[in-house]
């Protein structure tokens, strides 16, 4: 019998609406909102559905609460709120939101309070300060990318720094993908790597030498397209979805239980970066899950770069990326969608 969520690029028919979902965990950055700005309004009416509708939405991202918040969750209406959980700086942390729409006072759960030390929080921070100093970056707050570009002028050591308590990121926008002659003309070897000259690499291989230094529990990994992060060892969006879905008091707070989402079919995954070649960190969610869960890739992935024997399917729509999932999502309701058509 044919899987009807088999990938799309073999059966273009494929990509159809789950009727059995309950739970969607869904990445942030370029699936539900472009970086750094908020979510389409048609975006949040498409949320707004799902979550009146009974199904309950967790959205992982290595992005802060506070950045998730203005993006998406204050645009959402306050009695819709509480379906919703967010797992910020990449699962270091879980929140939630009381019957109210408010964030809670205490997330469910916090290993940065619980792994790091104050003291170990600050020497974390004198590694990325010199960092900064050895690589002779110049850092900016973050911003939407269309304005960084404009200030940056495509200096490839201009990046976006944030500190987001739990996870540190360096958005190095214009130095992930060099041509060899940019690449040679910086005082740092930039190797190939995967046919790419990517500054992030010689930036981690310093970064790891640093923390074991320092005897830190932090782990610097390639990140979205070219995003570094700086996170607890061990955390991943793995470890935010895992303890959710075996946690009754936290799927109890989304008006969901642990029986609702037994079968493969009730959850499902929306990212846009899944590939295990150059730091798809979405796969770390379908990796919390059992196998047959269907994690959709909204970015225009290769799939023979994805987790071996998980159902990972490339959306197969005319749109991709944060605009993709919003197409999906408007493809619901087939008259509404040929409208627009």
Not at 5 to 22: D, G, Y
Not at 192 to 219: N, S, V, W
Request: glycine share 6%; proline share 5%; aromatic share 8%.
């Amino acid at each position: 019998m044919q899987n009807k969520f088999e990938n799309p690029i073999k059966n273009p028919e494929a990509m159809e609406w789950n009727e059995k979902l309950k739970l969607i965990i869904s990445d942030v950055d370029e699936t539900i909102a472009d970086l750094y700005v908020e979510a389409k309004p048609e975006m949040v009416m498409e949320l707004e559905k799902l979550l009146s509708e009974g199904k309950a939405l967790f959205l992982i991202s290595g992005q802060s609460v506070k950045s998730m918040q203005w993006r998406i969750v204050d645009y959402i209406k306050k009695d819709l709120r509480s379906r919703i959980i967010v797992g910020h700086c990449s699962g270091a942390e879980v929140w939630g939101f009381d019957d109210e729409g408010v964030l809670r006072d205490k997330p469910f759960y916090s290993l940065y309070e619980t792994e790091l030390s104050a003291e170990q929080k600050e020497a974390w921070r004198e590694v990325i300060r010199q960092l900064v100093e050895e690589f002779k970056l110049k850092t900016l707050p973050t911003m939407p990318i269309a304005e960084f570009e404009k200030k940056s002028k495509g200096d490839p050591l201009t990046i976006m720094l944030e500190d987001r308590g739990p996870q540190i990121t360096f958005e190095i926008v214009n130095g992930y993908d060099l041509s060899p002659e940019q690449a040679q003309k910086l005082e740092v070897e930039v190797p190939e790597t995967h046919g790419h000259y990517d500054l992030r690499i010689p930036i981690l291989e310093r970064a790891e030498k640093l923390l074991e230094e320092r005897g830190l529990p932090i782990t610097p990994r390639i990140a979205g397209v070219f995003a570094i992060d700086f996170a607890i060892k061990g955390v991943s969006k793995t470890t935010a979805v895992k303890y959710v879905i075996q946690h009754d008091s936290i799927l109890s707070s989304l008006g969901i239980r642990k029986s609702d989402i037994q079968n493969p079919e009730s959850m499902e995954v929306w990212g846009d970066k899944f590939s295990v070649v150059r730091g798809g960190t979405d796969r770390h969610i379908s990796e919390a899950l059992p196998k047959e869960v269907r994690s959709i890739s909204f970015r225009e992935e290769k799939p023979e770069e994805f987790l071996e024997g998980y159902n990972t399917v490339v959306w197969n729509g005319k749109e991709h990326l944060h605009d993709g999932l919003l197409e999906f999502l408007q493809s619901r309701n087939p008259k509404e969608f040929a409208a627009k058509e």
